[in-house]
């Protein structure tokens, strides 16, 4: 089966930066879109940054200039420079894949990561 893993996460000061990976795995000969999303405590699931596999990229407005997204499209995997961390920032990042050929089947929808924390804090 299809499966997305993510790492990377953990407790960074404002200011700082992390690097977050993501592996998606299951005998996979195409993923469409890639990218991130995150949930705060208490509020919704948002896009962070997505990145198709012809390279194009789409980032959310309050992370542009700060975040920037990267994938090896052979491997499946995607990654999240964050720089400039703010307390804001802090939430459950959950890698995404949409539009994964695997095992022979075609799936349009959307795959979820189990997430990794990342809380900006002093």
């Known amino acids: 089966q299809v499966q997305l893993v993510e790492s990377g996460g953990g407790l960074v000061q404002p200011g700082g930066s992390l690097r977050l990976s993501c592996a998606a795995s299951?005998?996979?000969?195409?993923?469409?879109?890639m990218g991130w999303y995150r949930q705060a405590a208490g509020q919704e699931r948002e896009l962070v940054a997505i990145?198709?596999?012809?390279?194009?990229?789409n980032y959310a407005d309050f992370v542009k200039d700060r975040f920037t997204i990267s994938r090896d499209i052979p491997n499946h995997t995607v990654s999240l420079q964050m720089n400039s961390l703010k307390p804001e920032d802090t939430a459950v990042y959950y890698c995404?894949?949409?539009?994964?050929?695997?095992?022979?089947?075609?799936?349009?929808?959307?795959?979820w990561g189990k997430g990794t924390l990342v809380t900006v804090s002093s």
């Open positions: 990145m198709s596999r012809f390279g194009s990229s």
């Open positions: 995404e894949a949409t539009g994964v050929a695997a095992m022979g089947v075609f799936y349009g929808g959307q795959y």
């Open positions: 299951g005998s996979i000969s195409t993923i469409n879109v």
